[in-house]
Nanobody, 115 residues
Framework: QVQLVVSGGGLVQAGGSLRLSCAAS????????MAWYRQAPGKQRELVAG???????NYADPVKGRFTISRDNAKNTVYLQMNSLKPEDTAVYYC?????????WGQGTQVTVSS
């Protein structure tokens, strides 16, 4: 079992920055992928960025060059640094962890970018 606790988020003006954190607890040694997803009103949940246990990363095209995913293994925490935020980044952001065939979700956190 893995528990994910998300912090960060909030309201920011366009062009601003926010950092999300996702702290994992439980069987963290078995996690092979952590990621951030987001879901805007009326839209499907979409992948934002992912990072493997080997620290390989991938990003959705809309966030490339603006968002950075990173991990602190000592703290079992994954971060999403979001810079140059745009109104279209407004969504509920979710932390995701995969352990083999099992998937875990953290609670969502609202990110609102005003124009």
């Amino acid at each position: 079992q893995v528990q994910l606790v998300v912090s960060g988020g909030g309201l920011v003006q366009a062009g601003g920055s926010l950092r999300l954190s996702c702290a994992a607890s439980g069987s963290v040694f078995s996690i092979n992928l952590m990621a951030w997803y987001r879901q805007a009103p009326g839209k499907q949940r979409e992948l934002v960025a992912g990072i493997t246990s080997g620290s390989s990363t991938n990003y959705a095209d809309p966030v490339k060059g603006r968002f950075t995913i990173s991990r602190d293994n000592a703290k079992n925490t994954v971060y999403l640094q979001m810079n140059s935020l745009k109104p279209e980044d407004t969504a509920v952001y979710y932390c995701y962890a995969r352990m083999g065939r099992l998937a875990y979700w953290g609670q969502g956190t609202q990110v609102t970018v005003s124009s």
